[in-house]
Each structure stands twice: as C-alpha cells, then as structure tokens.
Nanobody, 114 residues
C-alpha cells in the first residue's frame, strides 16, 4: 500500500485547511485510515481515525474543530481542519492499517501562524 498526502500549508489562526490522503495498492476492504501529527520535540500523536465501517474517533484537542471523512470508492481519507490554532502546527501523517499491515504517508507540514 502506498499513501500520498497533500493539502498542508501556512494558515493564520482561525483559518481552515483540508488534508487529503490517497491510498493505492493492495488495500484490504476492512481497514482504518487515520491522521497523526508530530510537532517539533514532541511524540507523534493520533489526531483522528476512521474505519471502513464508518466509525470515527478524535483526539480531545481537536474535537469540534476537525472532521475526518473517507471516500471508500477512491480509497481516500480527508481531514477538514477548522478554527486552527498555533498549537496545531505540526507535520501531519496519514496512516493505513489493514489486517497485519500498517503504512505511513510522507507527511505534510501544517503551520498556523500570523
């Protein structure tokens, strides 16, 4: 499985960005796709995850501001990020998990700054 992420950039506090991650290759029908982030000097943390069955979960820090969604026909996961804060600045990575398989995308930088 290969993952191609896009959509990062520089945005002012309060602004919005949408990240996309397209998966290709041997994709299991039952899987979880997620977004993680890693800020400088910090550990990588889960931001949001969505299963192929439609379940989602979010980090407390992004609940009510971020929305994860999937287009299973396109094997693509999205992260809509609204009301961005400076503390959301990080490299965002998409992740695919299938039975016995886990893959990471290349990471996309999100910088929230005035």
């Amino acid at each position: 499985v290969q993952l191609q992420a896009s959509g990062g950039g520089l945005v002012q506090p309060g602004g919005s960005l949408r990240l996309s991650c397209a998966a290709s290759g041997s994709i299991f029908r039952i899987n979880t796709m997620a977004w993680y982030r890693q800020a400088p000097g910090k550990q990588r943390e889960l931001v949001a995850a969505a299963t192929s069955g439609g379940s989602t979960n979010y980090a407390d820090s992004v609940k009510g501001r971020f929305t994860i969604s999937r287009d299973n026909a396109k094997n693509t996961v999205y992260l809509q990020m609204n009301s961005l804060k400076s503390e959301d600045t990080a490299v965002y990575y998409c992740n695919y998990k299938g039975p016995g398989s886990s893959r990471w995308g290349q990471g996309t930088q999100v910088t929230v700054s005035s």
